[in-house]
């Protein structure tokens, strides 16, 4: 089954490499138009089916909620994504309670924005897809532990509760984030934080991990708490970290992760905290390529050591040389080589007058 893709929008380099970055999907599915304004966008809605519109914010004589709303009247399953402000707090209500999948600031993050497209035209999720479950766990494992996340969802009243991994994919969910455009940027930041918390806990001989990660404000508060090495919860909702409820939140997501590493480490898919001093040192095969290099090294250190007889001369080169002997050494050379011709070709005017070259100055 076809996609029809619609780009809208003044800007033809825009255009082009949106055009192109959909292109990287190497799906052939997906058939993509585009248009400089909203009346040629209307035109080509008339022509083909669109089920996904692309639009910036604003177009000359439309806005681009409005193209959607008249697109969105000749095909009713349309989907849209918008270009524009989006640190315009009122333009981002509107358009996303316009029902827009996603709004993009410029310039567009291209990962996002195919990932959004990707779910507006539910295709395989190919830039941030979910672990597989059969690659860690039972189908009717996973949907237990989703159970679990959905009951502490409605319990805590969040807006959405996320498990990752250490990737940053997504192990199980309930619920959305307010605005999931930036989701693949955010998951990522995450994971990095993840990794980076991991570094700490090292570093300070943590034996079991206790971190807690407070973002407040914003579409709503994130809570981001690691169930151990290996994955970790991110909470969303409002008023989560608020003074008089913090320490509420806090409690019961740490509870919560209690129960999460419980039912992962039912499923083996868990890990430990290594500590630095317990980590093993790798052994290494006497055998190996890198033993025999450091072998061969160390054999030809100890053959660039001197000979006895370069010892001896080192040796007697420590004696110490008079002044006048060395003053002796250099006037005698000057001599031997005084009336040496730098030439070959050339002889001296002393050397020419002895041969009879050169007329006696004694004549």
């Known amino acids: 089954m076809s996609h029809g893709i619609l780009l809208v929008g003044e800007n033809y380099d825009i255009l082009k490499l949106l055009h192109s970055t959909l292109d990287s999907l190497k799906n052939l599915e997906l058939e993509i138009y585009e248009a400089p304004s909203g009346e040629e966008a209307l035109l080509e809605a008339s022509r083909h089916r669109i089920d996904l519109l692309v639009t910036a914010v604003l177009l000359p004589g439309i806005t681009g909620v409005e193209l959607m709303h008249k697109i969105r009247s000749r095909h009713p399953d349309l989907k849209s994504i918008f270009i524009g402000d989006a640190s315009d707090r009122k333009v981002r209500e509107k358009v996303l309670n316009s029902g827009a999948s996603a709004l993009f600031d410029k310039p567009v993050p291209l990962a996002d924005f195919l ?44 807006r959405a509760i996320l498990l990752l991994n250490d990737r940053g994919l997504v192990l199980a969910r309930a619920g959305d984030l307010y605005d999931n455009s930036m989701e693949v940027s955010l998951l990522s930041a995450m994971s990095a934080i993840h990794n980076a918390g991991l570094k700490v806990s090292r570093y300070v001989h943590q034996e079991t991990l206790a971190a807690y990660y407070v973002f407040g404000g914003g579409d709503h508060d994130l809570l981001f708490i690691p169930v151990d090495p290996m ?25 919560l992760s209690a129960r ?39 054999q030809d250190e100890q053959s660039e050591s001197p000979s006895p007889e370069l010892e001896g001369l080192l040796k007697k080169g420590k004696k110490q040389i008079d002044v006048n002997d060395l003053d002796t050494y250099w006037d005698q050379a000057a001599e031997k080589q005084r009336g040496v011709p730098t030439n070959s070709d050339v002889i001296s005017y002393e050397e020419a007058r002895k041969m009879g070259l050169a007329p006696d100055k004694d004549r």
């Open 115 to 158: 990932d959004a497209v990707e779910r507006s035209l539910e295709l395989e999720r190919t830039i941030l897809p979910s672990e597989s479950p059969g690659d860690v766990m039972s189908a009717a494992r996973q949907a237990r532990l989703s159970d679990l996340l959905a009951n502490f969802r409605q319990d805590m009243q969040a």
């Open 231 to 255: 994955y970790a919860l991110l909470v969303a909702g409002d008023g989560l970290v608020a003074e008089q409820r913090v320490v509420e939140t806090v409690q019961a997501i740490s509870a």
């Open 260 to 298: 999460v590493e419980k039912s992962l480490k039912s499923m083996g898919v868990t890990d430990e905290l290594i500590l630095p001093d317990e980590a093993e040192q790798p052994v290494v095969d006497s055998k190996s390529p890198a033993s025999l290099r450091k072998k061969k090294k160390s």
